[in-house]
C-alpha cells in the first residue's frame, strides 16, 4: 500500500454509510480514481459538518494497491485551493459544471492519466464561474474531451465518399459527416444547419453555441450508450 499526492477536481460522490462516502476524482496525474473516504460526516438542518463536495478543486492524499487498481483506494487528507463559488450562484451554470463532471466519469478510464485534459477541466470550470452563459465553456470542454479520448468527429469530408462539400447530416457511428449523395442510404444520422458545421469547424459563438453543443453532446450520448444526464437541464 502507497501513499500518493495529487491534484483533484471532485467529480461524483456517494454516501456509503453515515460516516463514509465513495468518492470519484479527476487527478492531475493519475486520472480517475475511485476512493474510499471514511470519517466523513453529513450536515444536518442544524448542524455543519465539513467535508467534500461535488466540483471541489484541491490537492488530495490518498493510499493505493496498485496491483489490485480495481479496489477503492483510501483517503488520507483532503485541502480544498480553490473556491468556485460562482458555480452555485445560478443554476445554468451548475447545470454545466455538473455535465462536465458527468461525461468526465463516464468517458474516462481508472488510473488513465490525462494530464492536459485535467487543467482544462479545471480552467472549464473556471469560465463556468464567471460565465453569463455556460453553454460556451461547455462546448469548449465536449471538444477537448473527444479530442482526448480519440472520438473527436470529422466535420471537414464525408466519412463514406470523402467529398468536402455538401455536407448536410453528421453521423455519429460513422465518425462524421455525411453528404447529401450518401447519407439516403445511412440511417443513423443527425441533420446539420450550415451555420452550425461552421461553429464545429471553427469557433462557436453565442448564436451557434447551441447547435453545437446538442451535436456533440449527440455524439457523447453514442460514446456513453446514453445520454448525460444534466442535458436537457442544462438546454432548458
Given at each position: ?23 470519484v476524482f479527476f487527478t492531475h496525474n ?6 474510499m473516504g471514511k470519517g466523513l460526516k ?84 473556471e469560465a463556468i464561474s464567471e460565465a ?105
Amino acid at each position: 500500500m502507497s501513499s500518493i499526492s495529487d491534484d483533484a477536481v471532485v467529480l461524483s460522490r456517494l454516501d456509503y454509510s453515515e460516516t463514509s462516502q465513495v468518492l470519484v476524482f479527476f487527478t492531475h496525474n493519475h486520472g480517475k480514481v475511485r476512493v474510499m473516504g471514511k470519517g466523513l460526516k453529513k450536515s444536518t438542518k442544524t448542524k455543519f459538518a465539513a467535508g467534500i463536495d461535488l466540483l471541489d478543486i484541491g490537492h488530495l492524499t490518498f493510499s493505493a494497491r496498485h496491483a489490485r487498481t480495481e479496489q477503492l483506494s483510501n483517503l488520507i487528507e483532503w485541502k480544498q485551493t480553490k473556491s468556485l463559488s460562482g458555480l452555485r450562484e445560478t443554476l445554468p451554470r451548475l447545470y454545466a459544471a455538473q455535465y462536465l463532471a458527468e461525461i468526465t466519469t463516464r468517458l474516462t478510464e481508472d488510473w488513465d492519466p490525462h494530464e492536459k485534459l485535467f487543467l482544462v477541466l479545471v480552467h472549464a470550470l473556471e469560465a463556468i464561474s464567471e460565465a453569463d452563459l455556460a453553454l460556451l465553456p461547455v462546448v469548449a470542454y465536449q471538444r477537448h474531451l473527444l479530442q482526448e479520448i480519440g472520438a473527436y468527429p470529422r466535420f471537414d469530408l464525408c466519412m463514406l465518399c470523402q467529398r468536402q462539400d455538401q455536407l448536410s447530416h453528421f453521423s455519429s457511428f460513422e465518425g462524421g459527416m455525411i453528404c447529401r449523395n450518401c447519407q439516403p442510404r445511412h440511417l443513423e444520422k443527425k441533420r446539420l444547419l450550415p451555420a452550425t458545421l461552421d461553429a464545429l469547424l471553427n469557433q462557436p459563438t453565442e448564436d451557434t453555441c447551441v447547435g453545437a453543443f446538442k451535436t456533440l453532446n449527440y455524439h457523447i450520448s453514442h460514446q456513453m450508450g446514453k445520454e448525460p444526464a444534466l442535458a436537457r437541464k442544462l438546454l432548458a
